[in-house]
């Protein structure tokens, strides 16, 4: 369910509204067998059969600033609950564009942007279901060059702060403490923790 409206107060702002929510239903019936790790350790058997059910719902809204023809400026604010943790986000985000001319423009963005944990970690432990949102900030600026109507080209250099992520309190039997994220299809032995902090920085052309 999504709900979004535009309220022009004058030519040159504008507000951006809305509603967003969703139900989820999963069905989680797996097994691992276990057996020897490195080391020698034995791991168990993990056998999982459960219904994983939820609510997701957020509410957002975006002030665009027009003053002159050439200068964007965008505000937003995104807040969202969920009650597999009963937890909410609040993320703040700016953006901005200035068109130097028809053809070159200058962008730059700042924000919060927050992620559930993967239902399937949630399935394993019941005490996943209380792993915060993963956040992340992201900080971008770019150059925009219009090659013909239809093909544009931009050169983004980023900076980006993640925390919250869910990663191993320990070591185990099958892995060294990690990052969790890019490895949502792996089963784990314990619980996990949301104490995981990461950053990426780089520049694009695409």
């Known amino acids: 369910l999504r709900s979004v409206s535009r309220y022009s107060l004058n030519p040159r702002l504008s507000v951006d509204f809305g509603v967003d929510a969703r139900l989820e239903r999963g069905e989680y019936n797996y097994f691992v067998a276990g057996g020897i790790a490195n080391g020698g350790a034995v791991r168990p058997d993990i056998t999982r059969d459960l219904s994983l059910d ?5 509410a957002f809204a975006t002030l665009t600033l027009n003053p002159v023809n050439a200068f964007n400026l965008s505000a937003g604010l995104r807040a969202d609950h969920s009650d597999y943790n009963d937890a909410t986000t609040v993320d703040p985000r700016v953006s901005a564009t200035y068109a130097l001319s028809p053809s070159w423009s200058l962008n730059a963005a700042w924000g919060w942007y927050s992620q559930l944990s993967d239902r399937f970690l949630m399935s394993q432990y019941a005490a996943n279901r209380d792993l915060k949102a993963m956040r992340a900030r992201h900080l971008m600026f770019g150059v925009d060059h219009l090659l013909t109507d239809d093909t544009k080209v931009t050169f983004e250099v980023f900076d980006k ?3 919250d992520m869910p990663e191993l309190p320990a070591a185990t039997t ?21 104490t995981g902090t990461a950053w990426a920085r780089g520049a694009e052309v695409r």
């Open 54 to 58: 939820g609510t997701v719902a957020g």
């Open 161 to 163: 702060r993640y925390r």
């Open 174 to 194: 099958g892995y060294a403490p990690l990052f969790v994220p890019d490895n949502g299809f792996l089963l784990y032995e314990t619980p996990l923790r949301s």
